[in-house]
């Protein structure tokens, strides 16, 4: 805590013990040096006289002894002064009184030691005591005057009217300058007294100010620095010593190199000082300190200062930490930027979602139709080659509406056990078609099994999308390396890892565009030739099924991707295969409700072709008047969304008049699952095949089990 400054009567008290030190060390001093010239002279010329003179002297010296104890001691008090005063004025009576008795009255008279009355009177002005200075000179003026007329009592009458010095106004005038000064004695301690009154004031506001000054400076969380113009440093505050680490002592006056200060810091004030003691202008910016194990930012500011008028102007310098301002910054940006991101996402996965339910309708059609072709194409005929291409299209269609879907968050994923090598070598065909032939491709797959749980259909899209990454990497041809492994766990107890690694040799990737490539939209491609969803479709299915992704790339030499899977233990789950058409019982009565008029007619056609009876519908409430004419049918085959009325709410009207009704919906939409009445209802998603169709509606009128797709859960 920092001490107050003292007060002006603080300050006058301990100028008057000091003048009383000065006045008792020169009675002292006075004693002990006069002390040999009286054993000299006096006691050659009268022994008695001298030894009479060495009493009082030895007394005086003791009793200044004991005001130096006093003072040193912190026992003095004022009235000592007055002792000490009163002791020092009747000195010059003792000695005429000694003078005197030994000598003759009339030498008494007319020796010197009678000036040394109005002595103590200035020894009262040094201890700044007016009233002390004029009691001493009234005082001194009546012990003078009773002395000199009792002395020349004894003198003969004669002898005093002889003698003009002896005469009764001597007397007076004598006694009158000794009262003179001691009125000049306290006029000139009250004038000493106001003068340190006003210096102690003066010194009192200086020191509260810098006491001020100090507690700002200290208790500032901004370093402060006072910087000469030769680059020397002259003051730093607490915070600068602790923020610069700087030595708690001693870096006042060393130059700024020998300070250790950081490289950047160092420089600028080498730079900013001298050009702001040149032109006289303050000046200031922010400084990032990159030298550090974490960047720093400092709020710098060099103003020119002088500290008295007459005073070198010097450079103050305020450094203030803003790092965690610009980390907060920083973070409102890049949550800013996750924000437009995630507008962005939500706005491609409503426009995905869109564009899936008709697409599906479409795609629907299609495959439908081709097969209708394909089956009344007897085998070997050429048409029939170019409809299964026209079929293997349209599937493909259908997985590029999946990864829309998966890359906009609403695609659900089937994950299931597999083998990461087996599934690596069988998309590797896919792979290299899709290359080209100007690419070497090679694949190393470990003998191991490499399982994961995961989904193999966006597997192979996280495989495909590197592969293409890399080619684009590569204009001019060049080499991909695609490598499985096993990875231990990285702690005792932990989860294995399983690894995919994608090594390209191409241009590689500039380093201040690493941090973003995986974010939506970003691509360092021309205008036309790349969305920026790739790479981000890769880290949301990678992330999706539990694992991470790493990219190392060397500008010139290449890039490397490493995706790692958490490996799981078990025996790999069978692969789907396409199930044989069923054999139609026929006879069953089917009321097909669905408002896509070309899905209706595909769906009616591969209904009929199988030896079923259909009612149409293309709505609800269609649907409910083509029941109410029918009476009963065996199964209702229908649509979740469809304007009027909708496929659940049609089922519940026509549960209670046929109690046992069998139901089927189909949909185009992602989430109908959750509009159903029931969440095990069976629900068969567009697009599907004719065999895909006619299985459902079996096993449905059969009571086994929907096909319904696996257990399923919620995609990226």
């Excluded at 250790?260 to 000082?273: D, F, T």
């Excluded at 294995?496 to 201040?512: F, H, M, N, Y």
């Excluded at 097909?592 to 709505?619: F, I, K, M, P, W």
């Excluded at 649509?639 to 185009?668: A, H, T, W, Y």
Aim: hydrophobic share 45%; charged share 20%; glycine share 8%.
């Amino acid at each position: 805590m920092p001490t107050p400054p003292p007060s002006v009567a603080a300050i006058i008290e301990s100028r008057r013990r000091a003048g009383s030190r000065v006045v008792a060390t020169a009675a002292l001093t006075a004693c002990l040096l006069s002390a040999p010239f009286l054993l000299v002279i006096v006691f050659g010329v009268n022994p008695a006289l001298g030894r009479r003179l060495l009493v009082p002297a030895g007394a005086l010296a003791a009793y200044e002894l004991l005001v130096l104890w006093l003072l040193r001691t912190g026992r003095h008090r004022a009235w000592h002064d007055w002792v000490s005063a009163t002791v020092e004025v009747s000195i010059p009576t003792a000695i005429a009184l000694i003078d005197a008795e030994q000598v003759g009255a009339a030498y008494a008279l007319t020796s010197a030691p009678v000036m040394l009355y109005g002595l103590p009177v200035m020894l009262c002005a040094v201890r700044l005591r007016p009233r002390l200075a004029l009691f001493v000179g009234a005082l001194g003026a009546g012990q003078l005057a009773g002395v000199f007329l009792a002395l020349r009592s004894q003198l003969a009458p004669g002898l005093v009217e002889q003698l003009p010095s002896l005469a009764a106004w001597n007397v007076l005038l004598r006694a009158t300058y000794v009262l003179f000064a001691g009125i000049c004695g306290w006029w000139l301690s009250r004038a000493m007294l106001a003068l340190v009154a006003d210096l102690a004031a003066q010194l009192a506001a200086r020191k509260a100010s810098e006491e001020r000054y100090r507690t700002l400076t200290e208790s500032s969380p901004d370093a402060i620095l006072r910087v000469d113009g030769a680059l020397r440093l002259r003051f730093a505050n607490g915070a600068a010593r602790t923020m610069l680490g700087l030595l708690p002592e001693g870096p006042e006056g060393r130059p700024l190199p020998e300070l250790g200060l950081p490289p950047a810091l160092a420089e600028l004030l080498e730079r900013e000082v001298p050009a702001a003691l040149a032109d006289g202008s303050p000046r200031g910016a922010t400084l990032q300190l990159k030298d550090r194990q974490e960047p720093a930012w400092l709020d710098w500011r060099v103003v020119p200062v002088a500290a008295a008028p007459n005073d070198a102007v010097t450079a103050l310098v305020t450094l203030r930490d803003t790092s965690a301002r610009e980390r907060a910054a920083q973070e409102a940006r890049s949550m800013e930027e996750r924000l437009r991101q995630s507008q962005k996402l939500e706005a491609v996965g409503r426009l995905a979602g869109g564009v899936a339910h008709d697409f599906n309708n479409i795609l629907t059609g299609i495959i439908a139709g081709t097969q209708f072709l394909a089956e009344d194409r007897p085998p070997g005929d050429p048409v029939r080659g170019e409809l299964d291409e026209i079929l293997h299209a349209a599937k493909r269609a259908a997985a590029l509406v999946r990864q829309l879907l998966t890359f906009s968050r609403q695609q659900k994923t089937a994950p299931r056990i597999l083998d990461l090598n087996e599934l690596v070598e069988r998309s590797m065909r896919m792979v290299q078609r899709t290359l080209g032939e100007d690419l070497v491709v090679a694949c190393r797959c470990r003998a191991a099994p490499a399982l994961v749980m995961a989904d193999p259909g966006q597997l192979d899209q996280v495989l495909l999308n590197l592969a293409i990454n890399a080619r684009d990497a590569m204009p001019a041809g060049g080499s991909i390396t695609v490598v499985t492994g096993n990875r231990a766990a990285e702690a005792a107890g932990g989860v294995g890892w399983v690894s995919l690694t994608v090594a390209d040799t191409g241009c590689g990737i500039p380093a201040e565009a690493l941090p973003k490539i995986f974010d939506p939209f970003f691509t360092t491609k021309p205008v036309g030739q790349g969305t920026g969803l790739g790479l981000a479709t890769v880290l949301g299915i990678v992330e999706n099924s539990g694992g991470r992704i790493s990219v190392d790339s060397v500008p010139g030499r290449g890039t490397t991707f490493e995706v790692l899977l958490p490996a799981t233990a078990g025996a790999p789950a069978p692969e789907r295969t396409a199930p044989a058409r069923p054999e139609a019982s026929g006879g069953e009565t089917i009321l097909l409700v669905e408002d896509n008029d070309h899905v209706r007619s595909t769906v009616c056609r591969t209904l009929l072709r199988a030896g079923y009876g259909v009612l149409e519908a293309a709505d609800g409430e269609e649907g409910l008047r083509r029941f109410e004419a029918a009476r009963r049918v065996d199964l209702l085959l229908t649509d979740v969304v469809m304007p009027r009325m909708g496929g659940r709410d049609l089922f519940d009207r026509l549960g209670p008049r046929q109690p046992g009704l069998k139901v089927l919906f189909i949909s185009g939409h992602l989430d109908e699952r959750l509009a159903l009445p029931d969440a095990g209802m069976p629900i068969l998603q567009k697009p599907f095949t004719s065999e895909d169709l006619l299985l459902a509606v079996r096993q449905v009128l059969d009571g086994a089990p929907p096909p319904s797709p696996p257990p399923a859960r919620a995609g990226l």
